[in-house]
């Protein structure tokens, strides 16, 4: 299985900071890693795929990276981003998640 | 809009079974893989199953495989996790997603239903 790693686990930042989550794969994965939001009590919500930002998702938002080593950045951190990020290979099965990163105020 | 409705949750000892359900809508079903997702209590994000449009192909999380059937009605816009032989390690919030990625090769989940919680104890 390939394992997905994300650090920090949690991260405290305050409204206006950039913020960098880091997902780390153990195999190459090429660009296929999604990244999620998901807040207390609530589903998980797609934000990227690839660097794709999805419909309707801040463009505050973006992500880079390829092979192991991938990145969610918040340019400007607004008060409804805290929340717990997931990143996901979304190629080899199973699927596999990163343990999440909190950010925390 | 897309909708995925989960039910069938509930509190259930160890040893027993449970049938979960995910009512989908606002989107043409049988054209799309879907898959089950599973958190534990303050736990990530697990994958668990996934089927494809037509019921013809499913694959499993080697944690429930022997266990658990995934099965979807296309007449009801309905997928289904049949969870058999259930232990305390399968307890977790429950949810039933949408997989956009279609032949793409990405496997992902763009639309999540609320999740349905599963307790496993005597």
């Known amino acids: 299985d390939i394992q997905m790693t994300q650090s920090p686990s949690s991260v405290s930042a305050s409204v206006g900071d950039r913020v960098t989550i880091t997902c780390r794969a153990s195999?190459?994965?090429?660009?296929?890693l999604v990244w999620y939001q998901q807040k207390p009590g609530k589903a998980p919500k797609l934000l990227l795929a690839?660097?794709t930002l999805q419909s309707g998702v801040p463009s505050r938002f973006s992500g880079g990276g390829s092979g192991t080593d991938f990145t969610l950045t918040i340019s400007s951190l607004q008060p409804e981003d805290f929340a717990t990020y997931y990143c996901q290979q979304a190629h080899i099965l199973p699927l596999t998640f990163g343990g999440g990163t909190k950010v925390e105020i | 809009e897309v909708q995925l409705v989960e039910s069938g949750g509930g509190l259930v000892q160890p040893g027993g079974s449970l049938r979960l359900s995910c009512a989908a809508s606002?989107?043409?079903?049988?054209?799309?893989?879907m898959h089950w997702v599973r958190q534990a209590p303050g736990k990530g994000l697990v994958w668990v199953s996934r089927i494809n449009g037509d019921g013809s192909m499913t694959n499993y999380a080697d944690s429930v495989k022997g266990r658990v059937t995934i099965s979807r009605d296309n007449a009801k816009n309905t997928v289904y996790l049949q969870m058999n032989s259930l232990r305390a390690e399968d307890t977790a919030v429950y949810y039933c997603a949408r997989d956009p990625g279609g032949s793409s090769g990405w496997f992902y989940f763009d639309s999540w239903g609320q999740g349905t919680l599963v307790t496993v104890s005597s």
């Open positions: 606002g989107f043409t079903f049988s054209s799309d893989w």
């Open positions: 195999q190459h994965i090429n660009t296929w």
């Open positions: 690839g660097s």
